[in-house]
């Protein structure tokens, strides 16, 4: 169970005391007429806007605000990520020239892999957000993520015991028996899929501070809906979790 005190050097009631009020004068995207401008771009760009005035008149659908959107998009996107080496770390000596390489390469592939954060479509969405809602928000962060593939074994040879022994990432857990003339038990493999993630917060969910002179002063950050399940999936404790109300 993660120590609040511990890792943040505040209890938990000090950390709300100072977050809490923070949010509540924050405003939210569904708090502003931006939610329903979005709707009705969408529906533009959708072409179901401008309708027909009246029966007779002109069917003829524009596309113009598809059109621009895509069109700006395809420009953005060819700078963000229509290249190589978007990201490039710059050695400072000759000493540094390994590393930065190495550091531009592991940069690169988090942010670009498709089996990672598939940065291309990152772009993509949060220019899509700018360009029909005026912000696009991304938030990046590092995420703990230990997964544990269970197996249950029976008359498992002694040379299969020892070489899943051997591994670093199995934890095993066997006894000879006679009957099947092998090991019984079971055997855990524990998979870390941890990494950084990046990803593309939808309007509604993002809040920022009225009143400010900069984008970056003030609170801001993101306020999503959980279940109690997924609550407790994610470590929460299950009190507490419990004591919530159905609201």
Known sequence: ????????????????????PAVDRSTTFTDTMLTSERSKIQRYYDGELPKR?????????SSDVYDGVESMKAQLLEVFAGGHDIIRFKPLNDQDVPAARLETEYV??????????????RFSD?????????NGVVQVYWEECIERDEHT???????DAEALAAQEDVEIDVEWNEESGG???????????SGLRIENVPPEEYYSQGKK????????????????AELLK????KTKVEAIGSD
């Open 234 to 237: 994610d470590g929460y404790d």
């Open 126 to 134: 949060v220019i899509d957000d700018s360009l029909k809602n005026r």
């Open 153 to 159: 074994v029976t008359g498992l040879s002694q040379e």
């Open 53 to 61: 005035q009246h029966e007779g008149s002109s069917s003829y659908v």
């Open 183 to 193: 090991y019984d038990g079971h055997w855990t493999r524990v998979i870390d899929n």
């Open 108 to 121: 690169s592939d988090q942010i670009f892999a498709v089996d990672k954060n598939n940065g291309f479509d």
């Open 213 to 228: 002179k900069r984008r970056e002063d003030g609170a801001r950050g993101r306020k999503t809906l959980k279940t109690k």
């Open 1 to 20: 169970m993660l120590d609040i005190k511990k890792r943040f050097g505040k209890t938990e009631a000090e950390i709300m005391g100072v977050v809490g």
